[in-house]
């Protein structure tokens, strides 16, 4: 029997939404929902760089700006960024890039905004997977898509996709994944508390099938709205 708080399988991810051009005005967007975490992802660019002497006559620059809202989680949050979004912007920002052809693209910027706007755990990976999504709606060069997940350490056991309630249980820890499933790279790894030596492979395992999983529900979206005759 599962001991996990809402009754899924271990191996079990929540329940998943993804939509493409969920932005009217920007150049690609992109919803991803997975259970009460929701994420939606606007990009803009390439465009020129704002300051001018930021600009890299190499390769476009990348920048990404995560936000959680407010009224995201049971208790108003400070609006604005802190640290926490300081430092997942960064983490983000790193999932991405090595997706990405900059160099198709030097002298510009490439502006990333991912609004968290329900947090029930795992917004980071969420916010990466819209954002990949967004990146392609935009019409970037991309040599992959990335496609993200937290995987977990849970009584004992190797869990996918945490949410809150399973995040607070004491020794639990956290383990969110980003993968690029054609070249089969992982581009972001971070582990939050402590994992048995011999638990890491089983990790990896189900972190990146799930990953491929998630990858799944990015093509379909993407494919939902630019064949929208296929889509049925
Ligand atoms: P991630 O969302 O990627 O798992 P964290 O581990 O930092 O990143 O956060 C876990 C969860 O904790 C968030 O998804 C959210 O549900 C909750 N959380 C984070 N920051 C706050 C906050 N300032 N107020 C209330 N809940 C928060």
């Known amino acids: 029997m599962s ?4 009754g899924r399988k271990v191996d079990e991810m929540r329940d998943i939404e993804a939509k493409v051009g969920v932005i009217e005005e920007a150049d690609g967007s992109a919803m991803f929902r997975i259970g009460n975490t929701i994420a939606v992802a606007g990009v803009y660019g390439p465009k020129k760089v704002v300051p001018r002497h930021l600009e890299d006559p190499e390769k ?3 920048k990404c700006y995560y936000d ?3 009224f995201s989680v049971p208790e108003r949050k400070r609006p604005g960024p802190d640290r926490r979004s300081i430092e997942l912007s960064m983490v983000i920002k790193n999932a991405l890039a090595p997706a990405i052809f900059l160099k198709e693209y030097p002298k ?3 502006e990333v905004f991912v609004s968290i706007i329900q947090a029930d755990a795992g917004t980071r990976c969420a916010a990466i997977s819209a954002a990949a999504m967004a990146l392609a709606d935009a019409g970037i060069a991309m040599k992959d898509m990335v496609a ?3 995987a977990g350490h849970v009584n004992g056991e190797v869990v996918i996709d945490l949410n809150k309630e399973e995040e607070d249980i004491e020794g639990t820890s956290d383990i969110p994944m980003a993968y690029m499933p054609r070249t089969k790279k992982i581009t972001l790894l971070q582990l939050d508390g402590k994992l048995p030596n011999d638990k890491l492979k089983a990790v990896m395992e189900l972190g990146t099938k799930s990953c491929e999983a998630v990858y799944e529900v990015e093509k ?3 494919k939902e709205k630019y064949t929208p005759a296929e889509s049925e």
């Open 108 to 110: 510009t910027q490439i």
């Open 220 to 222: 379909k979206a993407l």
């Open 68 to 70: 959680m809202y407010s």
């Open 148 to 150: 993200a997940v937290a």
């Open 3 to 6: 001991k996990r708080p809402d």
């Open 60 to 62: 476009a620059i990348l």
